[in-house]
Every structure is written in structure tokens, then in C-alpha cells.
């Protein structure tokens, strides 16, 4: 079993939409939340950026983590064209030194 | 501008051959990362160091090799041993606290390499 398992998709929304996207862990001991954006052949970016249980909201984005259910979200309200890339999803445990973990990615197509 | 560049953007390798890929960061950060990815299965960890002179082995380290003369270079040479080079490799770059902070992770824009 992976230590981290995405969805790979793909998911196709319409123009508008509000995306779910989704990931599951196992080792309850992570701390640190990560989603990461990546277009097509480019380095991935950072999006969101979370500390244990809780909401955090950007924009049009907001994060969730649920530790109790070692589970994380990463929410799109109103879905655009440009939103269109793969959204890794990361974590790691507490302590600077420790090294990230990253699932599968999941690819986004949001259509005109 | 501050940030993590890599080069070429697109590398073949010929049968035998070592390749190396380059990675410089200008953001003074302690620690480099190589990173593969292969479509569908997300990022796997080559190497990484955290300190100038000491590197260590990621999860697939074989057939791979670098250096860190310098704190702002951490290039990756491909060498033959590796059977299936082809890939998108990523070098990526982050700040080292020793409180139980998380410094953020930051990426290049990638180097992809495939076999002639």
C-alpha cells in the first residue's frame, strides 16, 4: 500500500463547476499538507499550504484536512479553462528536515 | 529573479551514454532535490542533499549519480546503468529549519530526457 494514494483521474467539469479533488494517507503522524499545481510538461507550483487539521481558504481554493480520517481536500470553486492542469497532493511529517511525500497526481480538464 | 533553473529543457541519450542534467538555485536554500516522474505514478525521490559536500540516496537512486561542490548547484548525471531514463526530471529546492517548522518546497521547470 502506498503511503499516500490520489485518484489519477482524469476528471472533465464543465466551465464552472466545483472541483473535489481528493487524497488518502496511512501514516497518521504527517503534519504538513501540501497541494501542488502542474501544467502540462512544467515544474510544479505551489498552491496551498496546510498545518495539521483544518480549513484554509485562497481565493477561489480552499484546503481541507480531516487527520482523524487521514484524509485531504483541495476544493475549486467556480472552475476555468486555465484551471485545466495535474494537482499533486504532498505531505510530510514535523521537523524541517524530513522529506515530502507526494501521491500520484490527479489530471483536471475543465472545459469551455 | 529568485528561483530554480534547469537545463536543457529536453535531452536525448544515446545507448551508453552518461547524460547530466543541471540544476542552479539564486534562493540561498540549504537543501536540492532530484526528483523522476513518470506519467501516472507521480514524483519518485533520486537524491537529495541537505548540506554542501553530502548528498544522500532518494528511492530510486540506481543508475543515478550527483554532486554538490556548491550550495546553489545539484546537477544529476544519467548514467548508463539506468536502463529506462526516459522521464521528466524534476530538481527542487527548500530552506532547512531545525524548529518543527516545514519550509515550503520549490521546483524547476523540469528537464525532459529520452532515449534515442
Known amino acids: 500500500q502506498k503511503e499516500v494514494e490520489q485518484d489519477p483521474g482524469p476528471l472533465s467539469v464543465p466551465e464552472g463547476a466545483i472541483v473535489s479533488l481528493n487524497c488518502t494517507y496511512s501514516n497518521s503522524a504527517f503534519q504538513y499538507f501540501m497541494w501542488y499545481r502542474q501544467y502540462s510538461r512544467k515544474g510544479p507550483e505551489l498552491l496551498m499550504y496546510t498545518y495539521s487539521s483544518g480549513n484554509k481558504e485562497d481565493g477561489r481554493f480552499t484546503a481541507q484536512v480531516d487527520k482523524s480520517s487521514k484524509y485531504i481536500s483541495l476544493f475549486i470553486r467556480d472552475s476555468q479553462p486555465s484551471d485545466s492542469a495535474t494537482y499533486l497532493c504532498?505531505?510530510?511529517?514535523?521537523?524541517?528536515?524530513?522529506?515530502?511525500?507526494f501521491g500520484a497526481g490527479t489530471r483536471l480538464a475543465v472545459h469551455p | 529573479d529568485g528561483g530554480i533553473t534547469q537545463s536543457p529543457k529536453y535531452l536525448f541519450r544515446k545507448e551508453g551514454q552518461n547524460v547530466t542534467l543541471s540544476c542552479e538555485q539564486n534562493l540561498n536554500h540549504d537543501a536540492m532535490y532530484w526528483y523522476r516522474q513518470d506519467p501516472g505514478q507521480g514524483l519518485r525521490l533520486i537524491y537529495y542533499s541537505q548540506i554542501v559536500n553530502d548528498f544522500q540516496k532518494g528511492d530510486i537512486a540506481e543508475g543515478y549519480s550527483v554532486s554538490r561542490e556548491k550550495k546553489e548547484s545539484f546537477p544529476l548525471t544519467v548514467t548508463s546503468a539506468q536502463k529506462n531514463p526516459t522521464a521528466f526530471y524534476l530538481c527542487?529546492?527548500?530552506?532547512?529549519?531545525?524548529?518543527?517548522?516545514?519550509?515550503?518546497?520549490?521546483f524547476g521547470s523540469g528537464t525532459q530526457l529520452s532515449v534515442l
Open positions: 527542487a529546492s527548500r530552506r532547512l529549519v531545525q524548529d518543527s517548522s516545514n519550509e515550503k518546497l520549490f
Open positions: 504532498a505531505m510530510t511529517l514535523s521537523g524541517g528536515y524530513n522529506k515530502l511525500i
